[in-house]
């Protein structure tokens, strides 16, 4: 056996770091956490010192007793996770749970995984950090007193299956009151005026009014000013400038700008940014620190000078803005600057490179600039327009990289101005008035959220994506598909002499991608507000990650702080559970015509719906489901009483019932056991029957099989996932190497066989007799399947190694337990008529 055990989180990690260890040295990965609080219980002594219960939940049994055997064997054990809360907190449970003496443990730290990083930490290892592993305790316990406490008052005041979080629920916060201030907003028009005029040689340029008008009366009254006008320069200024670059990434600025530039989410860019600091690419990619090494500056200036020349090289050191920044890890680097890129998949070289071209240009040269500023004046007022150019002298850094923007109002003239003088006369080409319209507030997208955030103080380099994930997993926030309306608008054009108008036409309120709040996550930020504005409150939440940066630091106890929160917190929480009325977000719209009872809007156990009548009436009230385009916010009484009369029944084809109804992804028309979604924006109340016909006869011929291969129909579509191949009761994806309007022959076979070779390599083994086969399944992780019930295995389970008996009583396990049947009593409407028995039990429940 090996006389040192090196323990690091990942597989990856571990494979990366025994290339550089000799044979003396064996690592082997924990797979993250191996102790946690318990999931089915709060885990925390509230009644006195807070101190959390861990355990080692059933997935990482098996890795701890391995772990356990490979440490008794060992002389030296190194604790070599991440430099961070979370690491030294992994290091602290690994001491823990393996029962590693002090005088055979050693912690170990790096920020890159390189050769020589590894041996400088074996040279220089240290203790366990408390005060870290503490401000780790600290983010757990209250985050898991937050989300255990508020979360069953979420269930019992508004809906079943909710959570709340302290960091999640504000995030939520931001977007729900971006979405309102959108609502709420008036667009208010102007009149900006654009021109373009030509110098003596015959060259072009635009110019514009610094201030746009307030009525069409004033702009038009401007264009009369000009008719016949002489125009000249009237002022010219040069200027030299420059442009310096940005810093190195920190986490933060790494997700903001993969998401500008590669289009990735946050999540993708984190999972990426792992595996390319696991396999020795990057340096640790969770940092709030600019700060570069010197010998990583070094190492920039070497490839600068080889690459570019001595003039483009410029060492320079940043200093971070972040509130509250954390371990002085560097910034997000190569580990190796002369490697331009890496050999990886796609997404991790462009990644990759994202991250070599903002290192390496933040140590270039400044970009030298010669900004132009141009005033013309007319002989018939005394209004100057202007116009701004730009020279490119030397472009240092901007050879490399130009960081981009979130600034989605930016209009700025760029580009070069003909050389003029000042008194030259200038021909008008054009002048226009163009009607403008204030836009609202923009929607958060994934990249300008985590800035928010960052802003504001709250949450910190490891908590941005999963907080993100969380609240679309939860429903609570959505990638918006917002189509836009179109909206008129009027230009005046001043041209020969002339005044002309046209009207025009623009889409306004587009957004594609970006967070929108659901009707449940507009519905539980209010009750949160509502009834605890502290945790949701922005200052207190910045105040809490000071608290976990001053626990860190070692300046502040973290017990006395879980004590000093919940001894307000507690109190408050069992109030509102006892005392908060039931919010659902209900609306009253109005009554029913015909029964005279409330029509009202609210959010009910499948989503946000339309109800007559209400539970404390004799009979049953009436519900009906809002339709994808319709929230509880703005639904008008109207079209409310419009989806009960849904589903409408229209005739019958081919023996089964037509009938169009609304759904939960849309209005369909229906026949048999088949579904045909209208068209975008229809309205199933203006669906006959002729229509649905047109439909339906579309649906059969897109449904008609294109190719029969072994015996089987061919039958291709297209769905949420995009366009796919049906065949054997398979579904293939057609990726965009193929044109899926005209495939041929050839191209459904090799569709076909394709998905059967991927599916034959999935499987590890196969019972068929007993109908249970084990198939490799995502992220190295093993799925085992009888039927319709699938058990995903964790990756440390040796899916090789599972026998028969094994793979039943996984399933046994899984499988759904049947019920007996309950007996059931009618419900009535009166204390008095209720046995003591039932109310018993309800008590209880």
Do not use: C
């Not at 006389?3 to 989180?9: A, Q, R, T």
């Not at 696991?278 to 490839?303: C, F, Q």
Request: net charge neutral.
């Amino acid at each position: 056996m090996a006389k040192n055990l090196v323990i690091v989180e990942s597989p990856a990690k571990a494979k990366t770091i025994e290339k550089f260890l000799g044979k003396d040295y064996k690592v082997a990965s924990s797979f993250g956490h191996i102790a946690d609080l318990p999931t089915k219980e709060l885990g925390v002594d509230t009644e006195g010192d807070f101190s959390p219960k861990y355990i080692v939940s059933k997935d990482k049994k098996d890795v701890v007793r391995k772990l356990k055997g490979l440490a008794k064997d060992a002389e030296m054990i190194w604790l070599a996770s991440d430099e961070d809360r979370e690491g030294e907190a992994i290091a602290w449970h690994l001491a823990e749970e393996l029962k590693l003496k002090n005088d055979r443990t050693k912690r170990i730290v790096f920020h890159e995984i390189t050769k020589s990083a590894i041996l400088n930490a074996i040279e220089n290892p240290r203790g366990i950090n408390y005060n870290l592993v503490n401000a780790q305790q600290a983010r757990r316990v209250l985050d898991r007193l937050v989300g255990y406490e508020l979360s069953p008052v979420l269930w019992r005041k508004v809906k079943g299956g909710l959570s709340a979080g302290r960091v999640q629920s504000v995030s939520v916060r931001l977007i729900v009151e971006r979405e309102r201030e959108i609502e709420d907003f008036t667009p208010e028009a102007s009149y900006r005026i654009d021109a373009e005029f030509a110098n003596a040689e015959g060259k072009t340029f635009r110019a514009k009014l610094p201030k746009n008008f307030d009525t069409k009366e004033e702009a038009e009254a401007f264009l009369n000013d000009n008719l016949g006008a002489d125009f000249k320069v009237a002022d010219l200024t040069k200027k030299p400038a420059k442009k310096s670059p940005a810093p190195p990434f920190t986490t933060s600025t790494l997700q903001q700008e993969a998401s500008r530039k590669l289009y990735f989410s946050v999540s993708k860019t984190m999972t990426l940014a792992q595996r390319l600091y696991e396999a020795g690419h990057i340096t640790y990619m969770r940092t709030d620190s600019v700060n570069l090494s010197d010998d990583a500056r070094k190492g920039a200036k070497r490839e600068i000078l080889k690459a570019y020349g001595e003039e483009y090289a410029k060492s320079r050191q940043f200093r971070g803005k972040t509130k509250g920044a954390q371990e002085a890890h560097e910034a997000i680097r190569p580990t190796n600057f002369a490697s331009h890129s890496v050999k990886a998949d796609r997404d991790e070289q462009r990644l990759y490179e994202l991250i070599w071209k903002r290192a390496i240009a933040s140590q270039m040269s400044e970009a030298q600039l010669e900004r132009t500023n141009v005033k013309i004046e007319a002989n018939k007022h005394d209004k100057l327009f202007t116009a701004n150019g730009e020279v490119l002298k030397f472009e240092g850094f901007l050879k490399v990289y130009l960081e981009g923007s979130d600034d989605e109002d930016s209009e700025e003239q760029s580009g070069m101005l003909p050389d003029m003088k000042v008194n030259e006369e200038l021909q008008n080409i054009f002048i226009n008035a163009t009607e403008r319209f204030t836009r609202p507030p923009y929607r958060y997208t994934e990249a300008s959220l985590v800035k928010k955030l960052e802003e504001l103080g709250i949450g910190r380099p490891s908590t941005y994506a999963p907080t993100i994930s969380t609240i679309q997993n939860r429903n609570y926030i959505e990638k918006g598909s917002v189509d836009g309306t179109e909206r008129e608008y009027t230009q005046f054009i001043l041209e020969n002499g002339k005044i002309s108008e046209k009207k025009l036409s623009e889409t306004v309120g587009s957004d594609k991608g970006k967070l929108v709040p659901t009707a449940v996550g507009k519905v539980v930020n209010d009750f949160l507000v509502n009834h605890f504005s502290n945790i949701l409150d922005y200052n207190f939440t910045a105040k809490v990650e000071q608290s976990f940066d001053d626990i860190a630091e070692g300046n502040e106890e973290w017990t006395k702080m879980m004590k000093d929160f919940y001894t307000d917190f507690h109190p408050h929480v069992q109030d509102v559970a006892k005392n908060a009325d039931r919010e659902v977000g209900e609306r009253i719209l109005g009554e029913d015509p015909e029964t005279g009872k409330p029509v009202s809007v609210r959010l009910g156990k499948f989503g946000p719906m339309v109800q007559i009548g209400s539970v404390e009436d004799d009979e049953k009230p009436k519900f009906a489901s809002l339709g994808p385009d319709q929230t509880l916010d703005s639904i008008t009484y109207e079209e409310a009483m419009d989806l009960f009369q849904l589903p409408k029944e229209l005739g019958e084809y081919k023996g089964e019932k037509v009938e169009v109804n609304n759904g939960r992804y849309g209005p369909y028309v229906k026949f048999g056991k088949k579904y045909v979604s209208l068209e975008k924006g229809e309205d199933p109340m203006s669906v006959d029957f002729d229509r649905a016909m047109e439909l339906i006869k579309e649906k059969e011929k897109a449904d008609a099989p294109i190719y029969e291969y072994e015996d089987m129909p061919v039958q291709k579509g297209v769905g949420r996932f995009g366009p796919y191949l049906k065949w054997n009761g398979i579904f293939i994806n057609v990726n965009k190497k193929y044109d899926f309007d005209n495939l041929s022959d050839e191209d459904i076979v090799e569709l076909i066989e394709d998905k059967k070779r991927k599916e034959r390599e999935k499987i590890i083994s196969n019972w068929e007799e007993e109908g249970i086969r084990v198939e490799k399944a995502r992220w190295g992780r093993s799925n085992v399947i009888k039927g319709k019930t699938k058990v995903e295995m964790p990756k440390t389970v040796d899916a090789t190694k599972i026998t028969l008996e094994e793979a039943k009583e996984i399933i046994a396990k899984k499988a759904p337990k049947k019920k007996a049947a309950k007996k059931t009593t009618k419900k009535k409407t009166t204390a008095k008529k209720t046995t003591k028995k039932t109310t018993k039990k309800t008590s209880k429940k």
